[in-house]
Structure formats: structure tokens, C-alpha cells
């Protein structure tokens, strides 16, 4: 699997982007990489991506799931 990270700038900063919905062409399965310590308890799914640093990218995720419609 590949590992994907978040890409900064020379300056430490974020290099983000808007990308528009209907340029996705498939959904990616992404599994975070897990560090030494636990996971709180209270973490809320929506903060999911941003608690972790690096995610594994599935490629052998169910691709009937986002079929291309014609």
C-alpha cells in the first residue's frame, strides 16, 4: 500500500488546494497510520483526518462501490 502525508510549503505551511467534485474519479480508502499511543476516546470521526499525519491508500478497496455512471 502506499503511504500518503500531508504536503507543506519551504515556509512550514499548508499547500492546499480546492478541487472541484465532479473531477473525482474514484474514492480512495484511506487507513491512518497508527503511532505508539493510544487513541482518545473522545475523538469525533469528523477530526479523523486531521489526527493523524500519514494514511495507508487502499488500493484494493470494493471498486464496484463508485461505479462511473455513463
Known amino acids: 500500500m502506499?503511504?500518503?502525508?500531508?504536503s507543506t510549503r519551504d515556509n512550514g505551511t499548508l499547500n492546499l488546494a480546492i478541487i472541484h467534485l465532479e473531477t473525482v474519479?474514484?474514492?480512495?480508502?484511506?487507513?491512518?497510520?497508527?503511532g505508539h499511543d493510544f487513541i482518545p476516546n473522545n475523538i469525533q470521526y469528523f477530526?479523523?483526518?486531521?489526527?493523524?499525519?500519514?494514511?495507508?491508500?487502499?488500493?484494493?478497496?470494493?471498486?464496484h462501490a463508485f461505479e462511473i455512471a455513463s
Open 2 to 6: 502506499w503511504i500518503v502525508c500531508l
Open 25 to 34: 474519479y474514484q474514492a480512495a480508502h484511506l487507513i491512518p497510520v497508527y
Open 47 to 63: 477530526h479523523s483526518y486531521d489526527a493523524f499525519g500519514a494514511y495507508y491508500v487502499n488500493k484494493f478497496t470494493d471498486h
